[in-house]
């Protein structure tokens, strides 16, 4: 079944405001303040995912982080299906997700996407959440690399979503893809370059 808007524009609208503003909440920033970890943005990478709360020695600032970001992008898939219909909840994880990219509070600077990615296919379709989850770890295991198991796992989950049957899902899916592939642009580059941080890797 493919994708259809069945809602009005302005409930549309609506969520996807709710899903931007929920996706915007900074959890490794909050995170890393109340366990007194420091600045985020000013560890590692700066950027403000699990990924590099990890690289301040917290696994405990990690989890709730990814939890956090995962669980944000969740919510608001949650919260439009139960109160308007599929396409909205699609709408509104999207923008859970675009809004963990670029938050408004922190000048729309924000985490690569990777978490919320999860959440938002736990949130829509668990299987491809399943099958998604799987293709990270097998990847992480392999290489070592946070970034390229996110990168194959993204590249991944549309044809996991066709051979799935989940096939409403795939045009987001393409979508979610060509973002989380742009930022981690610079992860490419350091991939290439052999300069990428192991996962663990301060």
Known sequence: MNFELTSAAELLAFWAITGYLLGAIPFGIVT???LGLGDLRQIGSGNIGATNVLRTGSKLGA?????????????????????????????????????HCYPIW?????????????????????????????TWLAAAA?????????????????????????NSLFLLSLCLTGVI??????????????????????
Not at 80 to 94: K, M, N, V
Request: hydrophobic letters at 60%; glycine letters at 12%.
């Open 32 to 34: 890393a303040r109340v």
């Open 63 to 99: 989890a709730l982080t990814l939890i956090g970001d995962a669980g944000k992008a969740g919510a608001a898939v949650l919260l439009a299906r139960a109160l308007a219909a599929e396409d909205a909840a699609q709408i509104a994880g999207f923008a859970a997700f675009l809004g």
């Open 106 to 134: 922190l000048k729309f600077k924000g985490g690569k996407g990777v978490a919320t990615f999860f959440g938002l296919l736990f949130a829509l379709a668990w299987p491809i959440g399943v099958a998604a989850g799987a």
């Open 142 to 166: 392999i290489f070592r690399f946070s970034s390229l198991a996110a990168l194959l796992t993204a590249v991944m989950t549309p044809l996991w979503i066709i051979l799935m049957g989940f």
């Open 181 to 202: 592939y742009w930022r981690h642009r610079e992860n490419i580059i350091r991939l290439i370059r052999g300069q990428e941080s192991r996962i663990g890797q301060k």
